[in-house]
């Protein structure tokens, strides 16, 4: 294939219409020069240009290589021009992959910022359900970055953000919202609005009460745990939900688990030493987790 040094000094060639003019504006010799046109001329099996007494002629082919190298050449400068922009934070695309829960409660003041600062940033945000999902997501390379509980596992750079409650959320008329914590000894048997297997929330409820030798009775599931503290406050049960799902508060009683039951926040990375990813996750660092917990007010 022909390489874009050769291209460019056939270029060079047809603009200046000389081989002396060519490799001068090149910085290149003379046989260096004409070593390229020779090499692409091979490549394509037919003559670039006329050698005449005083330049050079170019020829049919010569024209219609000319005008895609200029293509290809271009192309070239813009791909060395995106790839420095990327890495001084001004310009590429950056894949974020986050819990659906922490887009509103965690994100949204850093892509505000980013979008102001780095307009020509192009942010790609998709949500999800399930930590593990995101990982896989992650390592076939369709995100740069992962905004999530803790998955079960992953080989990714990790870096802890920080620490969300888990909370109870009931109806204000429920006997939970006499408590001021809850046991979980008290969810046993209470009406419980659950999640779909597919939600990593499910698993991890269900982990947890198993730790305290609790029976859950569940009465429906949602994907969403917003969705599920809403639906908790109006009376279709009690459930757990994480502290970013309260986003907006919703209406019913909010309590914590007796003791305290904190979940980490993490970012995985498919890169640690991508700038573009590390301007990011320098900001949200720098920012920190808003209130996470009831007693954070």
């Not at 670039?48 to 070239?76: F, H, K």
């Not at 994100?107 to 593990?132: F, G, I, M, N, Y």
Request: charged share 25%; glycine share 6%.
């Amino acid at each position: 294939m022909a390489s874009l040094r050769a291209l460019e000094c056939l270029v060079a060639l047809v603009e200046t219409g000389s081989v002396t003019r060519a490799a001068a504006n090149l910085h290149m010799s003379q046989p260096a020069m004409s070593h390229q046109i020779a090499a692409l001329e091979r490549e394509i099996g037919t003559p670039m240009v006329e050698r005449l007494t005083r330049g050079i002629r170019p020829t049919a082919a010569g024209l219609a290589v000319v005008e895609e190298a200029r293509i290809a050449l271009n192309a070239a400068e813009r791909a060395v021009s995106a790839g420095r922009s990327a890495g001084e934070g001004t310009g590429g695309r950056l894949r974020i992959a986050c819990a659906e829960t922490m887009t509103a409660w965690l994100l949204v003041p850093v892509l505000r910022q980013w979008r102001k600062q780095r307009p020509d940033v192009e942010l790609d945000l998709s949500e999800h359900t399930s930590a593990d999902r995101m990982i896989g997501v992650l390592e076939s390379g369709g995100a740069d970055i992962v905004v999530a509980p803790r998955p079960t596992s992953t080989r990714a750079h990790l870096e802890v953000l920080g620490r969300e409650e888990m909370v109870v959320v009931s109806a204000l008329e429920h006997r939970f919202s006499r408590r001021t914590s809850i046991p979980p000894a008290e969810l046993a048997h209470e009406p419980f609005v659950h999640y779909k297997e597919d939600n990593g929330n499910a698993v991890w409820i269900d982990q947890f009460v198993a730790r305290h030798e609790v029976v859950l009775r569940p009465v429906l599931r949602t994907r969403s745990p917003r969705t599920a503290a809403q639906l908790a406050a109006a009376g279709m049960g009690v459930t757990i939900a994480p502290f970013s799902a309260l986003t907006p508060r919703p209406g019913g009683a909010v309590r914590s688990l007796d003791p305290v039951v904190l979940r980490e926040v993490v970012i995985v990375t498919a890169s640690s030493t991508d700038a573009l990813v590390r301007r990011f996750v320098s900001d949200l660092h720098r920012r920190g987790l808003p209130n996470s917990t009831l007693a954070d007010g």
